[in-house]
């Protein structure tokens, strides 16, 4: 089975993320769906430094209420450039998060396939500073939600 990756250099194709004027609120994002593997969790909680063993234990985890290996509810983070394309809006290089809000439902796993939906909610100006605020909600396989969220940030263009 081959790994699915993503682009890591967040500057690569900068030139073709949409600008401002290109936010439309409402307008579905374009996402990706994205299999997420056990050796994507643990690279991201070692990254972190989140060593739980409810992340690489199997033998813990499967004892546990959740009856086996999950991702931290952070995961979410690592989701979201995972399921966007590189010229998505959210990826353009000089974002600020301007703050975020999220609600946990259940535990991404091993294996699960991850996707998005996401829109932008409004946009507007403040103090010469381009905002947009926006939802994501992550689903796995069985259309059960993951987590869902909604975000302000300060767009650089």
Known sequence: MKETTFET???KDANLRKIWDDIVPGQPRKTLPYTLTR???EKYCRVVGD???LYFDEEYAKKSSYGGLIAP???HIL???ACTPTDDWM???GTVNAGQSWSYNIPARPGDVIR????ALDKFIKKDRLFVVH???FFNQNDEVICSGRGWTIRPQ
């Not at 998005?116 to 829109?119: I, P, Q, S």
């Open 9 to 11: 250099d967040f500057w």
């Open 91 to 93: 990826r353009s290089p």
């Open 73 to 75: 509810p952070a995961i």
């Open 51 to 53: 060593m739980h063993p």
């Open 39 to 41: 050796e994507a969790i």
């Open 116 to 119: 998005l939906e996401a829109r």
């Open 79 to 81: 989701l979201m450039f």
């Open 135 to 137: 939802d994501n909600v």
